[in-house]
DNA sequence: GATGAATGAGTGTTCATTCAT
DNA sequence: TATGAATGAACACTCATTCAT
């Protein structure tokens, strides 16, 4: 018998599919398996055949998604363009990828929410943080480095991009009805850095 | 029969207080009714007589949070000093309260999941952040009118300010070990504020 | 919250009695909690709140009726009479309550079932046979020391009366037609003693 | 398609053989076909080719089982020796399977418990106690009309005979310290027959 | 007001069995 | 013959809520 982990990748990917959307309809432990395999359109054994339990599903939602965001973190480091042209095309790509999925937002709090519960949860997002902040801190050198900025504390600006960048999601998840968030990001970026600029 | 609403005040706190320490430790679904009667050394019925039902009790826990938190804000606007010294304040305030209860953080992290299924609960997270952008929006006037400030789109300024304390709070409640609340915030307001200053 | 073992022992009696009889009609494995609720005419949740386990309640029924054989070989002991007469009181008792309920039998074949999966009652079982060997023993012993046997080995004479019942019973329990477990046991002690009266 | 009980009979072995393993490790209900197949080496829908059902399984292996001693039955009639010598050889050989394989005892209780739930193995092991008892009976027969043993009871001493080991092994299975099967057979020998040695 | 025993609908998980390949 | 993915009925256990005392 196989491991799990290394069963039909398509099946798990239908799963999780249904996983994420029945958690962000109805949060994690609001969402029954029934629901789950409702929504996927699987029998009950079958989502059993590839995950070992709910919080196994949980956790590998939460790896694909935040494995998602890796990849587009990784781009922001070695793309063209100066440095803020590079955070505005991201922050662009964030927002469109969130307005083109409504529930995304939801999802986003209910991870933050398990992570008090899964410890594994836990550990990916703060993972997924250093990651971001990582990234932030690496873009902010190069736009020193390359002459784009000067700055004089780098790690605290990072920290409050990604700060910016999650409290304005967060407030757009809530529904409050003043975020629009590609603007809220373009003027994020603006009152940053104007004072930055070389 | 008197509405429960008008029951002993201090029974209703410390049913609310002991739900609190239990909702923050054990995610809000995580926590039992039992739990709650254990953490307020009350019995079940006694619990049942004062609030109507879980949700019940969990709605008044966010409405006392969340008038409390108003009330801050709302002192925010009056008290004496420059704008940014009043902010400076109100963030020192906002990081020893967060770090005097560790828990504090888990709790609203909740707040935020609970207001996806509770319709309440959202509407009353919504109003708190509209409260608080009215704030952020009503200081960022004063500076101007005072001649303290420079500022050409002040809601757009007024909603980065509370996505940077909500976004930095969030890192902080997740576990973000670069996060230090206060110096963040401090230089959340050199950011914002260096390049506004008339 | 008191401990659960100290709580109402007629329920505790009247779950046990249920889960007797719907053990012995079904097997351990075939019974469902909501048939032994049903047996005994309560709901899930008090049972549920009298026991924490499907295994707690085997283990206390199997408590229960091995403390009553315990009780009952005490007895043998002290009381009056040849040791083959207080011998075949005890037989003439045991045999009685065995046809006083037919399914007595099949719950003790579950029991020894149980036993290889329970460690618990595995010990349980383990302590009845060292105790019910114990007093044959002593029986073999106060006959042999008032001079009504003559016995060479007292040890192996012991573990064969009880050896003796414990087929002979099963041997009855699996339905066995001609066993009548009464002329059983009357045969036994006449072909173990005969030999061995002074 | 040709009956099942028709097919390779390696195989059915094969299966069987592993059954066998699985009930007496973890008992027939704790046995998965999970459990059975990887003991075997082989995929589900090759055992379900082999067999219909688990209960399928249960009573063919009852079934094996009891053929065996079946067969050993029958040689202790036409055995030469006198009836206690032939007794004595098959106990020695009951003892000796017995010790070979720590695990028979556990699968015989398990097929006790068995039997009251599936009526094919209930009567397998009534015949096969008819079959002892009959056997014993023979024995003592022959032990009268060859004038080894003067007995009255014939029928009841047959039982008691097949009682004694019954009880003795399962004493030793349960695992009770003091009984050595060896041991305890020879002594149950000397007791039942010292007496009525001619 | 206060207690804690009683209720029962609901949930995650298991596992014998089936069947397309 | 052989495989292992797919199925779904069944089950132990939970927990918010009620109510007799």
Redesign the pocket.
């Known amino acids: 018998m ?1 491991a799990k982990g290394e ?2 990748s398509e ?1 798990r990917a239908q799963i999780l599919q249904a996983a994420a959307a029945v958690y962000a309809r109805q949060g994690i432990d609001g ?4 629901d789950i395999v409702a929504e996927a359109g ?5 989502l ?2 590839y995950f070992d ?3 196994d599903i949980t956790v590998a939602l939460v790896e694909e998604v935040i494995s998602g965001e890796f990849a587009q973190l990784r781009q922001l480091v070695d793309a063209d363009g100066t440095v803020i042209e590079r955070l505005e095309r991201f922050f662009d790509m964030h927002t469109a990828i969130l307005q083109s999925n409504p529930l995304l937002g939801k999802l986003g709090i209910e991870f933050y929410s398990i992570a008090g519960k899964l410890d594994k949860v836990h550990e990916l997002v703060r993972q997924y943080y250093e990651e971001f902040v990582a990234v932030a801190l690496a873009l902010v050198r190069q736009g020193e480095e390359r002459g784009e900025l000067r700055i004089e504390r780098p790690r605290e600006l990072a920290v409050n991009l990604v700060a910016l960048v999650e409290g304005s999601t967060l407030l757009w998840a809530i529904g409050i009805q003043e975020v629009d968030l590609a603007q809220q990001f373009r003027n994020a970026i603006a009152l940053l850095f104007d004072g930055l600029r070389a």
């Open positions: 196989s069963r039909s099946r969402a029954r398996m029934d699987l029998s009950k054994g079958t059993y055949w339990s709910k919080d």
